[in-house]
């Protein structure tokens, strides 16, 4: 479980394509504290490390990751946002993000408004069945709350000049995709109301 705070932002070192994964190394201040093993969010897509050295960690991204994330288009010195997993009985300053991206969404719109942007993003319809005005959503593991509900499955971000700076968001180009998690609260109410109304048809 993460919370959507970016921890840092590292960079890809190296990228093997094998036979149906990509082994990708992965520069990152903490990387000497991880363990075999950990969580990492990897731009919100939770990656296991199994690989270690000092200032890098390696994950293995499998077929469904490699389709439903943005990391199949990983390539050397790509900006990724990294968060590891959070420990009980600490602040939880964003939201309950699970690390399980529920698909690609895209840049439409960048604008500065004085000291802030504000950011349009198409995002799968199914992202947005469970999204609602001023509610929560992750955007390449950032997690950012919905100014506004855009007509066409939209969503607009107002993004602050700290995350701007300090998390790949800043670096995005209109065109450029994203991984997309919905609010997990919302996907429970969802899935819970789908199921009521089949049972009473």
């Known amino acids: 479980m993460f919370s959507g705070i970016v921890e840092a932002m590292g960079s890809i070192a190296a990228v093997e394509r094998r036979a149906s994964t990509h082994r990708v190394r992965i520069r990152a201040p903490f990387a000497a504290a991880l363990s075999l093993g950990d969580s990492v969010a990897v731009d919100g897509a939770c990656l296991t490390a199994t690989e270690i050295a000092d200032d890098h960690f390696?994950?293995?991204?499998?077929?469904?990751?490699?389709?439903?994330?943005?990391?199949?288009?990983?390539?050397?010195?790509?900006?990724?946002?990294l968060e590891r997993a959070v420990a009980l009985g600490t602040r939880l300053d964003g939201h309950l993000v699970q690390g399980h991206v529920d698909g690609v969404g895209r840049l439409e719109r960048r604008v500065q408004e004085g000291d802030f942007w504000l950011l349009d993003f198409s995002v799968p319809s199914i992202i947005?069945?469970?999204?609602?005005?001023?509610?929560?959503?992750?955007?390449?593991?950032?997690?950012l709350t919905v100014a506004e509900l855009l007509p066409g499955d939209g969503v607009r971000i107002g993004i602050i000049p700290h995350t701007f700076a300090h998390t790949n968001l800043g670096l995005l180009e209109v065109g450029d995709p994203v991984n997309v998690e919905g609010d997990v609260i919302g996907k429970y109410v969802a899935r819970t109301l789908a199921r009521r109304t089949a049972e009473s048809d």
Do not use: F
């Open 128 to 143: 947005m069945d469970t999204t609602i005005e001023h509610g929560s959503i992750t955007l390449n593991g950032v997690s």
């Open 58 to 81: 390696s994950v293995d991204v499998i077929g469904t990751t490699l389709e439903k994330t943005v990391a199949g288009r990983y390539g050397p010195d790509s900006a990724v946002n």
